[in-house]
């Protein structure tokens, strides 16, 4: 689990960049994040790196979004 709550943009997305660096194919990782723009970011970096959004759910304010890689992102 990756926990940018309380972070604005761009470091949800650089926490989840940075957690999936080195990771196999078809890892999922949960981030948490409270920035609205997250959900908006994450599956533009997914779509970069070739890996997917499974779920984004919100409450409380808080976005819970889990994606699965699609490989080792280089960079």
Do not use: F, K, N
Request: hydrophobic fraction near 40%; glycine fraction near 12%; charged fraction near 20%.
């Amino acid at each position: 689990m990756i926990d940018a709550r309380g972070h604005l943009c761009p470091v949800p997305s650089l926490r989840l960049r940075r957690a999936m660096e080195g990771q196999a194919a078809g890892v999922r990782l949960t981030l948490l994040a409270t920035d609205p723009m997250a959900r908006i970011d994450v599956p533009y970096l997914m779509a970069d790196l070739g890996g997917s959004v499974c779920q984004i759910e919100e409450q409380d304010g808080v976005l819970r979004i889990t994606v699965e890689t699609g490989g080792a992102p280089t960079g």
